[in-house]
């Protein structure tokens, strides 16, 4: 038995770097990322939920532990099939059911059109899930240029934009929208700056919706994790900075996504947060943060 199996923790990750934007399978470890120990209770019984980036990570995870409660998924990604095809295979495990979406989110007819056949393939939407990203380190800001900013600004920022503005014709009172910000958001990054910017400008997007959808009793909050092990980690950056990646927070090492999910879970399940709207939970492993 491995050091994994026997704490039911991450080990320290090797040095290994993937090509963009990652898959799980050549991860090493392996995360947990499938929420077998979870065990749901009904809290988002007949709830119909979209959730963007949801093949792999905190996305899959999110999207297991809603099954489980009991809500039909919709899911997106970018072009990694094999990931998204086993997360349906999760969810569908569960008794719920699930469709897939491939395509680039920052290309705003796809990102349009991505809500609409959500709603008709699943009849409808009540929960909506804006997770998906992209980053990409640097060592001075002078070497991102106007491609990699638009970039990060294009999936990071206005897709959420795009997206919530044609989820507003299907979501309804009691319905709930929940966004992934980062621990980067609240206190910047030396080195994923275009990135850390785009995510204090996401969540607060967040905050300004929960405001202006508070009379429709939409609530809108966000989750801002720290460092979490996903298959953007060995995609994204350099092999020598995956290497015992998280042990800079305070718990000594990285969260695994199966200890992100349940936060997604609370917001979006009206028995447990109907009395939440724009705030944010930051499982950060210790790390005290602003706001």
């Known amino acids: ?35 077998r120990d979870y065990r749901g209770t009904g809290l988002l019984a007949g709830r119909r939920a979209l959730v963007t980036g ?20 919709a899911l997106t990604y970018l072009d990694e099939d094999d990931d998204a095809r086993h997360t349906a295979g999760l969810v569908e495990a569960e008794g719920s059911r699930c469709f897939t979406f491939g395509g680039d989110l920052a290309e705003e007819r796809h990102a349009r059109e991505v809500v609409q056949h959500a709603a008709r393939d699943l009849g409808g939407l009540d929960v909506l899930v804006l997770h998906h990203g992209t980053q990409k380190p640097v060592e001075d800001v002078r070497q991102i240029d106007d491609a990699q900013l ?12 795009w997206i919530v503005q044609e989820a507003l014709d299907h979501l309804g009172a009691g319905s709930s929208i929940v966004i992934t910000g980062s621990i980067n958001g609240l206190r910047g990054n030396k080195t994923l700056i275009d990135y850390a910017a785009s995510k ?11 405001q202006s959808l508070t009379d429709k009793e939409i ?26 990646f998280g042990k800079q927070a305070p718990m000594g090492r990285a969260a695994d996504p199966d200890e992100i999910a349940p936060s997604y ?27």
Request: proline fraction near 9%; hydrophobic fraction near 40%; charged fraction near 20%.
């Open 1 to 35: 038995m491995n050091e994994q199996a026997r704490s039911g923790r991450p080990v320290d990750p090797a040095a290994q770097s993937q090509s963009y934007p990652g898959r799980t399978g050549d991860m090493e470890p392996e995360p947990r990322d499938e929420m």
């Open 265 to 291: 879970v609370f917001f979006a399940a009206n028995r447990l947060s109907s009395y939440y709207t724009g705030q944010t939970l930051v499982p950060a492993g210790g790390e005290i943060h602003p706001g």
């Open 54 to 73: 949801g093949d792999s990570g905190i996305g899959r995870a999110v999207s297991v532990a809603f099954a489980k409660e009991g809500a039909d998924v």
């Open 200 to 210: 204090g400008a996401a969540m607060v997007l967040a905050q300004s919706l929960a």
């Open 150 to 161: 638009r970039r990060t600004f294009d999936v990071n920022v206005l897709s959420l934009f």
């Open 219 to 244: 609530r809108v909050n966000t989750v801002a994790p720290g460092p979490v092990w996903t298959p953007l980690i060995p995609a994204t950056f350099p092999a020598e900075r995956v290497e015992g």
